[in-house]
């Protein structure tokens, strides 16, 4: 699971609302885009981000290895038809486009969140979405980041456990039925604590949040989200 690492590099040195604007350009960019000269620019881009972010390629597509597996599927399913001849191969090449688009967003999403607290996170969304709107998306973007990996790695001690126990030996929709059940018993515990630790740490729905300041770098950001977005319009 990638999550926020502390560290020095440019991506981390940046505003947020800079970092989202580039994010949010891209993806309107990437998903727009046909032209392989375009998604070929596209993804040297997405290096760059990974690159300045120093997280490897190969770790990003690890982690979303479940995606990955649907993404790689759906060309299969989109071929399917109900009725002679069943195949309809030349429906497979939009989806595995589709597929290559998503890929490129979640290189652009990975850099971000290596590289940017949730605090921030939270503060840039606050002080742009005005009033509780601002203040519950903001907390639940939050929370988000803090409760998902938890839970992930809840699942993955699960699995450990029930294979230690055995469970392989059991039908695929045992194993199934058992981790599903653990996994819910595990999340509404996890639930009931984080409730318990927000009452104790006397939650707030306005907290001090960080101060954001651009600097020099980050007009420079401004500009390549802006170009992106611009890109993104002329392609649709």
């Known amino acids: 699971m990638i999550t926020y690492e502390y560290g020095t590099t440019l991506l981390h040195q940046l505003d947020p609302r800079s970092k989202l604007l580039v994010q949010f350009g891209f993806a309107f960019a990437a998903v727009t885009t046909t032209e392989p000269a375009a998604l070929v620019t596209l993804t040297l881009l997405a290096i760059v981000a990974l690159t300045l972010a120093r997280l490897s390629v190969f770790r990003v597509l690890w982690t979303y290895r479940f995606v990955l597996l649907l993404l790689g599927l759906a060309p299969l399913f989109a071929s399917l038809k109900f009725g002679s001849p069943w195949i309809a191969l030349e429906q497979a090449p939009p989806s595995i486009l589709a597929g290559y688009q998503v890929v490129l967003v979640l290189f652009i999403s990975a850099a971000y969140v290596k590289t940017t607290p949730v605090r921030e996170t939270r503060a840039a969304i606050q002080r742009h979405v005005p009033g509780k709107a601002g203040q519950l998306l903001g907390v639940g973007v939050g929370l988000v980041f803090r409760f998902f990996p938890v839970?992930?790695?809840?699942?993955?001690?699960?699995?450990?456990?029930?294979?230690?126990?055995?469970?392989?030996?059991?039908?695929?929709?045992?194993?199934?039925?058992?981790?599903?059940?653990?996994?819910?018993?595990?999340?509404?515990?996890?639930?009931?604590?984080?409730?318990?630790?927000?009452?104790?740490?006397?939650?707030?729905?306005?907290?001090?949040?960080?101060?954001?300041?651009?600097?020099?770098?980050?007009?420079?950001?401004?500009?390549?989200?802006?170009?992106?977005?611009?890109?993104?319009?002329?392609?649709?």
């Open 151 to 236: 839970l992930l790695r809840d699942v993955r001690r699960a699995r450990l456990a029930l294979r230690a126990r055995g469970g392989d030996v059991l039908s695929t929709r045992e194993r199934v039925r058992r981790l599903s059940l653990l996994t819910i018993e595990q999340a509404f515990s996890r639930g009931e604590r984080l409730a318990l630790a927000l009452r104790a740490r006397c939650f707030s729905w306005n907290p001090t949040l960080p101060q954001l300041a651009f600097t020099a770098p980050d007009y420079l950001f401004v500009v390549i989200g802006l170009v992106l977005v611009g890109w993104g319009v002329l392609q649709v």
